[in-house]
């Protein structure tokens, strides 16, 4: 099998990235380009893209909006990048996925890189906030080489997870959120602008998004002089990393906002560049702002909850209402909270530096091991020894067996698929897909009737 040559200065760094939406293909191209050795600085990794064929797969608008030069991009099965991996020499492999996603493409690269003298890097990470499942999603991507950590706070909680289960934590890097950047924040803009950072997921009912749609229309009233924006994730149709099943678009056709109120798409970093006051309840959008300096709120209407992920920023000096706001309030971050977070633009991560530096200690482990001897094979926390009734069920998910193996009629990758195969595909996914928005919403909803 061809082997992995490290990078050198004349040769850029190879790196794979798979994801399986738009959020997480954001994470791990931006990722990709962070944790590029830095002789290849000026020109950046040779970058190819996988999207894990799925609900979410991210359509061209969305990848589009990400704004990251990809070398190639194709749609593949988790059984057809498994085959890629066998055939292609990359230096690092990024992936970008759920925990159970990950913990698949593990033991699967294990088996296809058997026997190979040197295989590539392989990180993985989270793409937010870590609020919820810590010790299960931490489990789940235990036997990469790198596990990114976002902030020193996420560093330690993740070496004690693993520390306490036995498992070694070395992998556990600190980085920082590769999307943050962008001017700090100078000053208000002429209109006053009010964005409301809106997540797919939370909250989740019909009552709550249009008690928030409310709010923030009542507040576009109440200010005619400021513009109040409501910043979407995806348009009509489109898929994210989380179900959406009470789409804002829809709920709104039954409001009159005024019009001074609207709705907007687009990259967060250039909505962010005209933000005088960032809202949300709690969405990693948040952590784009306080970086930037912007003043940010998360919402407290209803009220601080594990379930909301706003329990996250305790602490932070950022929790307010609408009935607050509306009367003229603005937070003040709390200095050591953000710190933590790795977030603080002119701050790092931990103990000096900027943001610029965070991604150094990444970049130097993965040299190192790129220049080193042979990387042993991967080895999971997860083996059907020591997870015998969880880790099965999560491999066929992916059509693997218990040893990585493809299983019995796994889709092939032995050839692109034919024009037929390619129709039939393209049906199929927007049947799921619309099983899993629109089906399967409805018939959990009259089960609860």
Known sequence: MPAST???????????VLADSDTRWKW?????????????????????????????????????????????????????????????????????????????????????????????????????????????????????????????????RFRAVYEGVGADASSVTEVALPFLGGAAYEGEHDPYTVVFAVQPSVPDTRKDRTYLLNRIIQHARLHPEREVLLKLRSKPGEHTTHIEEQPYQKLIQRLDPPANFRLVYGNMGEVLDRTDLLVTISSTAALESLHRRIPTVVLTDLGVREVLGNHHFVGSGCLASWDQLDAGYRPTPDAEWVSRQGVAAGGPPSGGGSYETAFDAARERITKLLAGSALPPLTPYYTPATAPGYLPGILARHHLGPDGSPLPGAPAADKEPGPVRQIVRRAARGAYRHGVQRVAPVIRRMGEL
């Open 6 to 16: 490290p990078a050198t200065t004349t040769t850029p760094t190879r790196i794979a």
């Open 28 to 156: 791990g191209a931006l990722t990709a380009h962070r944790i590029a050795p830095h002789e290849n600085a000026q020109e950046g990794p040779a970058l190819d893209g996988y999207l894990l064929r799925g609900r979410a797969t991210p359509t061209p608008r969305q990848l589009a909006e990400v704004g990251v030069r990809a070398d190639s991009l194709r749609e593949v099965t988790s059984v057809e990048f498994l085959r890629a991996m066998s055939e292609e020499s990359y230096d690092v492999v990024v992936i970008a996925l759920v925990g159970g996603g990950v913990q698949a493409m593990l033991h699967g690269l294990k088996r296809v890189w058997e026997g190979r003298e040197k295989r590539p890097v392989v990180v993985t990470g989270y793409v937010g906030v870590v609020y919820e499942k810590l010790a299960d999603g931490l489990l789940l991507r235990h036997g990469a080489d790198l596990v990114l950590a976002n902030s020193r706070q996420d560093a330690e």
